[in-house]
């Protein structure tokens, strides 16, 4: 193997954009391959909210938490140019039962030093006006989280790895690897053959059919995700950048965002599934529904309904590294991509070009899914 190996990312979403510009920081070798065009399968769905809140246990946290760190960096990295808002989520709740919640939630952050506090009901009001919060039992803001429009940030990504000496080929899927005993050394695509020191497999829920034509079988949950995204408004927050509606109201429960060019992005349901079919009339329920706590979506036109298959590993938590098994293909799958983006990118570059071992990853390996 020379000295600049040659490495191939399967998928370019934003997990394999983070991960291949990383790795093009270190050697030019690199050749990203997307079966479609990059960013529009799980990454444009997305509601893509950088947050550490709480996703327990501490060690899932704490890798969430070097995530929104992690994309501090790039952001300065890459200029700048990189389709983040920060400014924090604000949540709030409307009964004595969802507050005592909330309460235990912010106290086991902030015992987990995470910057979030409880807010007054009247702060709440006049941060965001624009808010309908009535009525409130407590509330919370977090100030270190944002979102991430991967419109932008994935090509930028992109940009930055093909300035580097990557090459980026689209509509190009790849069908099988090659393969000499645990070896990995190349993909067949359906024109050509390609060979490689290391690969990279970052296909989001596809992840898990490549991985089983060479012997690795996790569990994924079948979780389909929605977002409804309008016509652009007048900005409706004026100091955070995400608000979820009271998780304590029965359905929908909401998270809603707003690009810098006026769009607002809707985004209703859980991690096992979002609200929501392929439907106007199901987006127009969606929004009417927003209109409560947000009047200002009264009558916005909706622009686009974007859906996508989360890529997530069945107890919820990302698959990142060397499987034993198979000792030069790297896997990097997860939901709360969006969040562990740039720390995947980092990570996982150090781990296959220095082949150092990244101990907050260790509980994310993908042998915890294996037999033995
Ligand atoms: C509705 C919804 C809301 C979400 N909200 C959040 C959130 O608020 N915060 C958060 O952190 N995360 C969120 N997520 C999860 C997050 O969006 C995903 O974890 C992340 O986008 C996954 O990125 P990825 O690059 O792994 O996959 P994808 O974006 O799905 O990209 C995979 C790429 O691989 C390509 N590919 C597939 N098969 C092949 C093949 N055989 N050969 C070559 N290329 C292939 C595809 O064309 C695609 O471009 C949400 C997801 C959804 C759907």
């Not at 270190?26 to 960013?39: E, H, M």
Request: aromatic fraction near 8%.
């Amino acid at each position: 193997m020379s000295n600049q190996p040659r490495i191939i990312v399967i998928g370019a979403g934003i997990i394999g954009a983070s991960i291949a510009y990383n790795l093009s920081r270190r050697t030019p070798n690199v050749t990203i391959l997307d079966a479609a065009k990059p960013g529009m399968a799980a990454s444009r769905a997305s509601y893509a909210w950088m947050n550490a809140r709480p996703k327990p246990p501490r060690e899932y946290h704490a890798l969430s938490r070097m995530g929104l760190d992690a994309w501090s960096r790039l952001e300065r990295k890459l200029g700048g140019e990189i389709g983040i808002t920060w400014g924090g989520e604000m949540r709030w709740t409307t009964t004595d039962e969802g507050a005592a919640e909330l309460r235990d939630e912010v106290a086991l952050m902030q015992s987990w030093s995470y910057p979030i506090r409880m807010l007054p009901a009247d702060e709440l009001r006049t941060m965001e006006p624009g808010l309908n919060a009535d009525p409130v039992t407590a509330a919370a803001y977090g100030d270190a989280e944002g979102h991430v429009d991967n419109a932008i940030a994935i090509p930028g990504l992109l940009g930055a790895a093909i300035q580097n000496g990557a090459t980026l080929k689209v509509d190009t899927p790849v069908d099988e690897f090659i393969r000499e005993g645990n070896q990995i050394t190349g993909v067949c695509t359906p024109s050509e053959a390609i060979e490689a020191d290391y690969v990279v497999l970052a296909a989001g829920y596809s992840t898990k059919d490549l991985a089983a034509t060479v012997g690795l079988d996790y569990p994924q949950i079948e979780s389909p995700g929605a977002t409804v995204v309008t016509e652009p408004i007048d900005p409706i927050f004026q100091t955070v950048a995400c608000v979820h509606t009271p998780r304590d109201l029965p359905e929908p429960q909401m998270n809603f965002r707003q690009f810098p060019d006026g769009r607002v992005q809707v985004h209703g349901g859980t991690h096992f599934g979002s609200i929501g079919d392929d439907s106007v009339e199901d987006a127009e329920w969606m929004l009417s529904e927003l209109e409560k706590f947000l009047p200002a979506i009264k009558g916005v036109a909706i622009d686009e309904w974007r859906r996508a298959m989360r890529p997530m590993p069945a107890d919820g938590f990302p698959i990142i590294g060397f499987p034993l098994a198979t000792p030069n293909l790297y896997v990097a799958t997860m939901h709360s991509g969006v969040t562990l983006a740039a720390i995947t990118g980092e990570l996982a570059a150090m781990e296959i070009i220095v082949g150092a071992r990244s101990d907050v990853l260790d509980p994310f390996r993908y042998e915890r899914f294996s037999a033995d």
